[in-house]
């Protein structure tokens, strides 16, 4: 699986948008950008995931760039309950890996009143 | 609430003991994942199990083994515990076997090794 970079800490205001960068220069053609976030110590949560086209849903925007080598998560209006880290991981689709997700370090990101 | 359940949600043994983890995937999962999540090596694939079959192994010690039963839960076994063993062990299960379903995660089994 592609590795990747995020920057360790980031803080919003609330009600403000949260870009949240990741860098995978080296993802191959068939992985998938996947978003997942741990909030204190429970599980992580599923965000968003895409392949190529950026995606949006009820929680969030991902922007993935034409070469695909980054990506970028939007929480459109953060609250104080989106403070989490934040992991972008790079998931190779079938073959071997059959969905096993390699966590990096992740992004804290703390939201501010 | 993701739907997947674990048990115990806190454990607290002694060195060299073994202890068992269960895990209760979403009703209609078939796909089970265990993952660690410890200060120094933060959050690791362990194993995946899919219908009962073993799929996928990341670095699981040979002292831990999982299973997958004819109803879909899971156990992980931990056996000659060490203190480094101490971490949050969680469970996620996901539809398919495909890597592009979305895995749900439970709350966890916090381990302490004493």
């Known amino acids: 699986d592609a590795k990747t970079t995020q920057p360790p800490s980031m803080d919003c205001a609330e009600g403000r948008a949260a870009n949240l960068p990741c860098n995978h220069s080296t993802i191959s053609g068939n992985e998938y950008v996947y978003w997942y976030r741990q909030i204190h110590s429970q599980g992580p949560q599923y965000i968003i995931h895409g392949l190529k086209n950026n995606e949006t849903n009820e929680m969030a925007s991902l922007i993935i760039t034409e070469d695909r080598k980054s990506s970028t998560l939007i929480l459109p209006h953060a609250t104080l309950r989106d403070t989490a880290v934040y992991y972008c991981?790079?998931?190779?689709?079938?073959?071997?890996?059959?969905?096993?997700?390699?966590f990096g370090q992740g992004t804290i990101l703390t939201v501010h009143p | 609430d993701s739907g997947v359940t674990q048990t115990p949600k806190h454990l607290i043994t002694a060195t060299g003991q073994r202890v068992t983890l269960r895990c209760s995937p979403r009703s209609g999962d078939l796909s089970v994942y265990w993952y660690q999540q410890s200060l120094d090596q933060g959050l690791q694939f362990l194993i995946q199990y899919y219908n009962g079959e073993e799929r996928a192994k990341g670095n699981i010690l040979e002292r831990f083994s999982a299973q997958q039963f004819p109803d879909l839960h899971s156990e992980l076994n931990l056996s000659s515990l060490e203190l480094g063993d101490s971490a949050l062990y969680f469970c996620a299960s996901s539809p398919r076997l495909t890597s592009t379903d979305t895995q749900y995660f439970g709350p966890g089994t916090r381990l302490t090794v004493l």
């Open positions: 991981i790079v998931s190779l689709a079938g073959g071997t890996s059959y969905g096993k997700l390699t």
